[in-house]
């Protein structure tokens, strides 16, 4: 069992940067692939970025389009956390923000692939 909590969200004005932290807890996280998700009010979740388990493997990270370039993902084995830098924010980055974790190589884009999720934190962007 992992358990996930975010944090670093709140409200930033335009152009602004914002670092999501996802600590876990409960047993290491290196054999999990972690993805954010985000979810503005009135529409569905929908996917931001993806990062594959640690342990000594190649890291790539995928991104929704609407967040390359701007967005990155790492993770910190060492500390048992994953984090989301956002730079560049834009009003449309506003929602909830969650992490969520699967004990596999690679979770992909779907949020029904992972098994895990913390309760989120809010990013607010002003325009």
């Known amino acids: 069992q992992v358990e996930l909590v975010e944090s670093g969200g709140g409200l930033v004005q335009t152009g602004g940067s914002l670092r999501l932290s996802c600590a876990a807890s409960?047993?290491?996280?290196?054999?999990?692939?972690v993805g954010w998700f985000r979810q503005a009010p009135g529409t569905e979740r929908e996917f931001v970025a993806t990062?594959?388990?640690?342990?000594?493997?190649?890291?790539?990270?995928e991104y929704a389009d609407s967040v390359k370039g701007r967005f990155a993902i790492s993770r910190d084995d060492s500390n048992n956390a994953v984090y989301l830098q956002m730079n560049s924010l834009k009003p449309e980055d506003t929602g909830v923000y969650f992490c969520?974790?699967?004990?596999?190589?690679?979770?992909?884009?779907?949020?029904?692939?992972?098994?895990?999720w913390g309760p989120g934190t809010q990013v607010t962007v002003s325009s």
């Open positions: 969520a974790a699967v004990r596999a190589h690679y979770g992909g884009k779907w949020d029904s692939l992972y098994d895990y």
């Open positions: 409960g047993r290491s996280f290196v054999n999990y692939a």
């Open positions: 990062v594959n388990w640690g342990g000594g493997s190649a890291i790539n990270p």
